[in-house]
Every structure is written in C-alpha cells, then in structure tokens.
C-alpha cells in the first residue's frame, strides 16, 4: 500500500479514562505544510508526542516514509528524520547561541571543529549571525525560537514539528520568524506540520490543515477551507466546543 510521507492510522491515545486522541488519521504529503489545529485540550501536543515518540498509542499505527514507526524509540525517529520543537524553548541559558547548537551537534558525535562549522551554517541559517556570542538568556522569544530552528537542523531532519510556532512572540519579529520556517521548506526541502492559533499565519505559511477538537478530527482540507469551515470559524470567534 503506497503511503503518504507521515501518516497516522486510526491512532488513539488514553492517559487512564482520558482520551486525548480518538482514532486520529492524519496524512501528510512531503514537500507541503500542514497545520494542525484545534482549542486547548484538544489533543495537538499529544499527536506530536504520538508521531515523535514521546507517547504510544493505546492503539493504531503511525508511519513515517512508508515505515511503521508505532513502536520505534524516539531516538529512532529522530535518527530517521523527525524533528521537534516545543511549545516553551528550553535552551542552555548561560550557554552562547553558538554552543547551544554545538551541543545539539555534539549529541550527533561530531567533532568539535565540524560542529562549530556546521554551526555556523544554522545559525547564518535562521539569522542570528549578530547574536552568535550571546548567552541564549537574553535573546528575544522570537530569537529564541530561531535558535530552536537551528538546533533542530543539527538533526538534518526531512520532518519538522513545529509547536506553537509564534506563542508569545511579538508581533514585529513574526515576519522574519515565518521566512525561515518558509525556506526551511524551499531551501532544504523540509516538510514541515504546525501546531498554531494565529489563523493570519497560517493562511501564509501552510497547504493543508486538520482541526481536532475533544481528541477527534473534525475538519480536514486545505487551510483556506478549514480556515472558512463554520465550526471552526465558531471556536475562533467564541471559543465555544464544537461538540457542545
Ligand atoms: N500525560 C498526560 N496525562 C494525563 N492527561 C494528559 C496528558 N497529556 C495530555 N493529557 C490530556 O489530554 C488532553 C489533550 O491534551 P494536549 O496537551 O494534547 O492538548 P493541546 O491541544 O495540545 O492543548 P493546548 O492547546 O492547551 O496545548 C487534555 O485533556 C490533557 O489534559
């Protein structure tokens, strides 16, 4: 059966009588964006976690490239090629932009003169060349998610989860913020799924969307049509639950 890039197949997810996710069939075509969207609680983390390994499903099936990954570890996927980033950054503050993304190298067990090299790639990369010497503490919400870019590069991944990509950003830095995440995918071919609650942004950064609410998905289609579709226009103007 020919797959798509990432799927996952009827993936449920139950933490004890909580289901987070209910029979999630998710299809993500390599080379597009895809956002994934959906009020809080409605299980987005957790499909993140199901695809990069952080949870298992209670049940179905998750691939990546045609593979079945359901049970490989999360450094398995990782070395296959799936990268994450996280809703709160979490870099070393009192470590330098350049040796945070050394380190993300060294785990890689490349020397220590490739890593700072291949650094300096990523970090050119994402724009933060002027900021390369500062401790990653003082650096913008917006620098620091650009700093996350680069250290998730350092796993050179083909699949690229990006958690609340401009969560607590200020407005003036999101532009620069979205042209990396746009030449993540034309320069280097990176398929990129989005978890992210500004509709503006997403109009202008994703193809396809899936909105979930109560762990279920609920509407499915291109992002302009689950952009218009009623019951998410709802959630969005009155953050009412669909199901309710
Ligand atoms: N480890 C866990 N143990 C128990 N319940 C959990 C766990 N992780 C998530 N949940 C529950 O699963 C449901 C889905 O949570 P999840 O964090 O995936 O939603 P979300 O859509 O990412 O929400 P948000 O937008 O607030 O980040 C919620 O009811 C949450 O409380």
């Given at each position: 059966?020919q797959?798509?890039?990432?799927?996952?197949?009827?993936?449920?997810?139950?933490?004890?009588?909580?289901?987070?996710?209910?029979?999630?069939?998710?299809?993500?075509?390599?080379?597009k964006?895809?956002?994934?969207?959906?009020?809080?609680g409605?299980?987005?983390?957790?499909?993140?976690?199901?695809?990069?390994g952080a949870?298992?499903?209670?049940?179905?099936?998750?691939?990546?490239?045609?593979a079945d990954?359901?049970?490989?570890?999360?450094?398995?996927?990782?070395?296959?090629?799936?990268a994450?980033?996280?809703?709160i950054?979490?870099?070393?503050g009192?470590?330098?932009?350049?040796e945070?993304?050394m380190?993300?190298?060294?785990?890689?067990?490349?020397?220590m003169?490739?890593?700072?090299?291949?650094?300096?790639?990523?970090?050119?990369?994402?724009?933060?060349?002027?900021?390369?010497?500062?401790?990653?503490?003082i650096?913008?919400?917006?620098?620091?998610?650009?700093?996350?870019?680069?250290?998730?590069?350092?796993?050179?991944?083909?699949?690229?989860?990006?958690?609340?990509?401009?969560?607590g950003?200020?407005?003036?830095?999101?532009?620069e913020?979205?042209?990396?995440?746009?030449?993540?995918?034309?320069?280097?071919?990176?398929?990129i799924?989005v978890?992210?609650?500004?509709m503006e942004?997403?109009l202008?950064?994703?193809?396809?969307?899936?909105f979930?609410?109560?762990?279920?998905?609920?509407?499915?289609?291109?992002?302009?049509?689950?952009?218009?579709?009623?019951a998410?226009?709802?959630?969005?103007?009155?953050d009412?639950?669909?199901?309710?």
């Amino acid at each position: 059966m020919q797959r798509n890039f990432l799927e996952t197949d009827r993936v449920t997810v139950a933490f004890g009588g909580i289901v987070a996710l209910k029979d999630v069939s998710l299809s993500v075509v390599q080379g597009k964006t895809t956002a994934i969207l959906g009020p809080n609680g409605a299980g987005k983390t957790t499909l993140f976690n199901a695809v990069a390994g952080a949870v298992r499903p209670t049940s179905g099936k998750v691939y990546f490239q045609g593979a079945d990954i359901t049970n490989a570890s999360p450094s398995r996927r990782c070395h296959a090629g799936i990268a994450r980033t996280f809703q709160i950054t979490q870099p070393f503050g009192g470590l330098s932009v350049r040796e945070n993304v050394m380190v993300a190298l060294a785990a890689r067990g490349v020397t220590m003169k490739e890593a700072r090299a291949e650094a300096s790639t990523y970090i050119d990369f994402v724009g933060l060349n002027a900021k390369a010497e500062d401790p990653a503490r003082i650096l913008s919400t917006g620098q620091r998610k650009r700093l996350e870019l680069a250290r998730a590069l350092s796993t050179h991944p083909k699949l690229l989860l990006l958690d609340e990509v401009t969560g607590g950003v200020d407005r003036p830095s999101i532009p620069e913020l979205l042209d990396v995440i746009r030449r993540l995918r034309e320069e280097r071919g990176i398929t990129i799924v989005v978890v992210e609650h500004n509709m503006e942004v997403l109009l202008g950064l994703a193809d396809n969307a899936f909105f979930l609410n109560r762990g279920e998905v609920v509407v499915t289609g291109s992002v302009e049509e689950v952009a218009d579709h009623e019951a998410v226009r709802r959630i969005y103007l009155g953050d009412a639950d669909v199901a309710a």
